[in-house]
């Protein structure tokens, strides 16, 4: 069994910064990558930032230049820095993370809002 726990989420001003981060625990020496996707009310489900297997990144084209995914050096938490924040950010913010074998576990999520 695998927990993911999210925290950092929270209301912030247009072209403010906020820090998420997502601790996995549990049985994960078989994960194969680590990441945020997010959802807005009314929209898709969107990949946000990953790590891959193999360690390389993934950005959606829309946070390009303005988030950074990393990890720390034990490889079971991952964050996203989110600088210079837009309205449409603002999203519910999931960590999931990928397993050997396809299984896939998720954390409860984080809201994120970005307004004045």
């Known amino acids: 069994q695998v927990q993911l726990v999210e925290s950092g989420g929270g209301w912030v001003q247009p072209g403010g910064s906020l820090r998420l981060s997502c601790v996995a625990s549990?049985?994960?020496?078989?994960?194969?990558?680590m990441g945020w996707y997010r959802q807005a009310p009314g929209k898709q489900r969107e990949l946000v930032a990953a790590f891959t297997n193999g360690g390389s990144t993934h950005y959606a084209d829309s946070v390009k230049g303005r988030f950074t995914i990393s990890r720390d050096g034990a490889g079971n938490t991952v964050y996203l820095q989110m600088n210079d924040l837009k309205p449409e950010d603002t999203a519910e913010y999931s960590c999931?993370?990928?397993?050997?074998?396809?299984?896939?576990?998720w954390g409860k999520g984080t809201q994120v809002t970005v307004s004045s």
């Open positions: 999931f993370a990928t397993f050997r074998g396809g299984t896939v576990y």
């Open positions: 549990g049985t994960i020496g078989t994960m194969t990558g």
